[in-house]
């Protein structure tokens, strides 16, 4: 038995859709996991909540004639109870949209600010005319700069599986009405991701897991890194600090989101949340997938 906590962690389900059986090969066998902890003695603090932003929820909820966050509760609540139905045991089922998760997103963004890693840049980004709004990621249709595929506009699904920034998407169409897009400037934010390269690169060799994930990480890491757009032209998500026209992209917040929770869960049982997430001491074990 180890002297140091333990924290498991699942995937964020997404509150756009039902749970599924897929999902749960994810779950069940964390929840094993820990149960096995348990057993041997050791402390754990089993951690998860739902993912909430990101355009494919504000699509379905301008589809469904309600907002974001009810959606969001919906389906949050479907989750819960599923897994709970599993007898999959959380000791904390969070929301990234809750006030905690904002505080916790928007004070590490004010940090990296502050520290020199996010810069602002112009770039062109798909702009509907008829709709009259920017077009961030699954607003917006065309074909893939990579490989010529149809593609959608974070991410080329039908062909090479690259990750679009944002203006990247040839050809772009609105996945709204149909109208062919045009390409206007506007201001966003970039992490500077490609200057993290060598610390990721000794960073992810002393990593445990499986060997097809780590090295799946090493190989996105060698193929050149790149500055990262981390805000998008929503009103739904985490405001970007100082602009209330932009938010912070899903994929900051979401992760950010495991953090935030165990605050919530150190809250409510008086205990710190640092001792699993600061220092040499703490053990983080995540589980994605199947």
Sequence with gaps: MSTRPVLVTCGLPYTNGPCH???LRTYVPADFYVRYLRRIGEEVVFICGSDNHGTPIVVSAEDAGIT?????????AHFDQTFLRMNVIFDHFGMTDDPTNHRR???IVERLIANGHVYSKVI???????????????YVEGLCPHCGAAARGDECDQGCGKHLEPGEIKDPVCTVCGTRA??????HFFFRLSSFKDY??????TLSGTLNARNYALGWVKDDLHDWCITRTLDWGVKFPGRDDLVVYVWVDAPIGYI?????WAEKNGKSWEKYWCGDNARVIHFIGG
């Design 182 to 187: 045009e390409s206007r400037a506007q201001e």
């Design 21 to 23: 059986l897929g999902h």
């Design 260 to 264: 935030s929770f165990t605050e919530e």
């Design 68 to 76: 974001p966050r009810a959606l969001t509760e919906q389906y949050h």
């Design 105 to 107: 997103t928007r004070s």
């Design 124 to 138: 062109q980004q798909s702009y509907c005319t008829k709709c009259q709004r920017f077009l961030p990621d699954r």
């Design 200 to 205: 990721l690169l000794e960073h992810l060799e």
